[in-house]
Nanobody, 123 residues
């Protein structure tokens, strides 16, 4: 019954922006930390960033820090990924995922994943 659905992907020119959404259902959204990942063709899945239950703490991979921003609206049970200054190397399928509980220091594990949304950045 837990479900995560990404949306907002598409084709954008280098330097442009997109905002992705991750709509959650089937669980108490505010009790779980969340994360964003991506996977480009021929590459391993890459961690992008995460967000605490209340949205008060966020962490980002160096590759996207300063360009991407994660936020959440617990009343709407939705997490967002604002992507600015997009580069061709950002082309990938983007996934949201649910942590096994609240965000903690150290390694966080994820137990549910969305199906992904395609982001293509042209040069």
């Amino acid at each position: 019954q837990v479900q995560l659905v990404e949306s907002g992907g598409g084709l954008v020119q280098a330097g442009g922006s997109l905002r992705l959404s991750c709509a959650a259902s089937g669980f108490t959204f505010s009790l779980y930390g969340m994360g964003w990942f991506r996977q480009a063709p021929g590459k391993e899945r890459e961690f992008l960033g995460d967000i605490s239950r209340s949205g008060g703490v966020t962490d980002y991979a160096d590759s996207v820090k300063g360009r991407f921003t994660i936020s959440r609206d617990n009343s709407k049970k939705t997490m967002y990924l604002q992507m600015n200054s997009l580069k061709p190397e950002d082309t990938a399928v983007y996934y949201c995922a649910r942590m096994t509980g609240p965000l903690r220091r150290g390694t966080n594990e994820y137990d549910y994943w969305g199906q992904g949304t395609q982001v293509t950045v042209s040069s």
